[in-house]
């Protein structure tokens, strides 16, 4: 594509550079605000009054939030690590195998990505009443329930990442190991997953970010006492804006930050190794 | 594989093979079976029960008074505030991204890489706090505000409206639009642009002709990548929106969460799944291998 560059002419270069310019200000603009303002040391959420750390300070004092923190980050954890194992032999069983039923598997794995959140908030608060109902299992809605749905979701994402991979190797590499007499077992683990490994962090980071971003799924199975972060702060901005919510978005933020660079680093590993 | 040299072999072989096929998929599958297939099938059951005067459901008397209700002008407002705003959104992500994304595609290999990354991390920033930032920013007292009235404008009141909720929701989904877009411009036959040109036809010709039906399987993805969410959207609105401004998403939480008309707010979720799934087969048909 290296004649492309000179495609572009006089005017159509200048209106398109420029577009790109507001894009990115669109993107951006809001984002910087935010972040200014949660060092404002002023009670008005959109207004700079000095410098201050406060809200910060207010952050790490707050125990609500603090601890719906802390229920984001377990979900968060636990249920990476269970759709990361689960997604990924899910990934190997269809790149890998032919079975009985497959077609149906892969179309079943497919469906979550696709359903609105809101469509999936409501099956799993009607499916978590009605085990009480139908076969008397009684769930008390919290951490339990919101991991369940989290683990849900993310399998899904988490296997798409780890398909992407192994779509693009060949199996020869395991056929020639297990020839040179490693077991199945060896062949995996010193082949095999050392080659797919930057998928599967790839997809763990994304299972991570999507258990830590959603709002609406966890705000039908939560219970009282039991809730994470973003649904918190949900229900704050539901009440009216604060210079709290601003450094808890900022918080927030950050940490999506970290996610995405780490998984481009994890992407560029995906890139630059032996296929 | 023939299994015409050692027949039994080859096929305990690839028996065996799919037995650890099936192993391997098993946890999955059942989970997936056990917390998703059912619970979607209780959905669409729900739809049809009726709700008691308790605000329970029973689950007998199966009827389609739920799907009836969405002819009701209250409903059917809604439904067609929602359908509205979506395709609003998809129209003007569509506007924004296709130069965009053409521009991209027409950058060096290093700057198109970093571009692209500066467009990756709104994509996976927190979508709850990407609303949150209008909401502060399209304030009373906010900085929009105060910008305008100071350049003469008088102050801004878009907040609680259906600008604020389309704004909000071309914010969030932009992505989606520019990603695919840019995937299917830039592995476009750009001799074919060139013959164009060299044949005599105008820049606008060119890209009536040529370019844009070339890039339809990315305009096409990119479009219902960003309708289907923002026809199910529920934070945005309820973030940007007012009273006035009720969508989908917000009339079925209210069906489960105050009003406890569940078979209702099934049988609205019911439809909008069949939206979903409608759209994404068009999807897989047509643009899904640009993603």
């Known amino acids: 594509m290296a004649g492309n560059a000179q495609q572009l002419r006089g005017n159509t270069r200048w209106v398109l550079s420029l577009n790109a310019v507001l894009v990115y200000v669109f993107f951006y603009a809001p984002i910087a605000l935010l972040i200014l303002y949660s060092f404002s040391d002023d009670q008005l959420v959109g207004r700079w009054g000095g410098f201050t750390l406060d809200w910060y300070r207010a952050f790490g004092q707050n125990d609500e939030v603090q601890n719906a923190l802390s229920v984001s980050i377990r979900v968060a954890l636990i249920s990476t690590l269970l759709s990361v194992v689960l997604g990924t032999m899910a990934a190997l069983s269809l790149e890998r195998f032919r079975f009985r039923g497959n077609r149906i598997f892969d179309a079943l794995l497919y ?27 009684q769930v008390t809605k919290g951490f339990t329930t919101i991991t369940l749905s989290h683990v849900a979701f993310s399998i899904s994402f988490v296997s798409i990442v780890v398909r992407a991979r192994l779509a693009g190797m060949s199996e020869t590499l395991e056929e020639a190991a297990q020839d040179l007499y490693a077991s199945r077992w060896q062949a995996f683990r010193f082949v095999t997953l050392p080659l797919i490994l930057p998928g599967i962090v790839g997809g763990a980071l994304l299972a991570l970010t999507l258990s830590l971003d959603d709002v609406v799924i966890t705000q039908f199975v939560a219970g009282p006492g039991s809730t994470t972060l973003p649904v918190y702060v949900f229900g704050l901005i539901r009440r009216g804006v604060s210079p709290l919510i601003n450094a808890v978005s900022v918080v ?24 | 594989m023939t299994a015409a040299a050692t027949p039994e072999f080859e096929v305990a072989n690839e028996r065996n093979k799919r037995r650890r096929g099936l192993f391997m998929a098993l946890p999955a599958y059942l989970y997936l079976i056990l917390f998703f297939a059912l619970p979607l099938i209780i959905v669409v059951v729900y739809s049809f029960a009726t709700r008691n005067r308790f605000g329970g459901t029973d689950l007998s008397g199966w009827n389609l008074e739920a799907y009836a209700k ?36 027409t950058r ?72 695919p877009l840019y995937a299917s411009i830039e592995r476009m036959d750009w001799s074919l642009i060139e013959a164009s040109r060299d044949l005599g036809a105008t820049g606008i010709q060119t890209f009536r002709n040529v370019t844009f039906p070339l890039s339809l399987p990315g305009v096409i993805a990119g479009s219902i990548l960003v309708f289907i969410p923002s026809l199910g959207a529920y934070v945005t609105p309820e973030i940007l929106g007012g009273a006035k401004t009720t969508l989908l998403g917000s009339y079925i939480v209210t069906q489960f969460l105050t009003a406890r008309n569940w078979p209702v707010g099934a049988s609205v979720s019911t439809v909008l799944m069949v939206v979903m799934l409608a759209a994404t087969l068009v999807y897989f048909r047509k643009g899904g291998r640009t993603l």
């Not at chain 1, 469906?111 to 299992?137: K, R």
């Open chain 1, 111 to 137: 469906l979550p990505v696709i359903i609105p959140d809101v469509t999936m908030a409501v099956m799993m608060l009607i499916f978590f009443t009605s085990l009480d109902d139908i076969i008397g299992l």
């Open chain 1, 252 to 275: 927030m933020l950050a940490a999506s930050v970290l996610l995405v660079v780490l998984s481009l680093v994890a992407q560029r590993a995906r890139g630059g190794s032996v296929t």
């Open chain 2, 70 to 105: 969405l002819g009701e002008p209250i409903v059917r407002d809604i439904l067609f505030r929602s359908l509205w705003l979506a395709i609003l959104t998809t129209i003007i992500c569509l506007l924004f991204a296709y130069p965009f994304a053409y521009f991209l595609a």
């Open chain 2, 108 to 179: 060096s290999q290093i700057v198109r890489n970093l571009m692209l990354v500066f467009v990756m991390i709104p994509f996976w920033s927190n979508f709850l706090v990407r609303n949150y930032a209008w909401r502060v920013l399209l304030g009373n007292d906010g900085p929009v505000s105060r910008l305008t009235e100071n350049i003469g404008l008088g102050e801004t009141t878009i907040l609680f409206t259906p600008t604020a909720v389309v704004l909000g929701l071309v914010y969030g989904f932009l992505p989606f639009m520019i990603l």
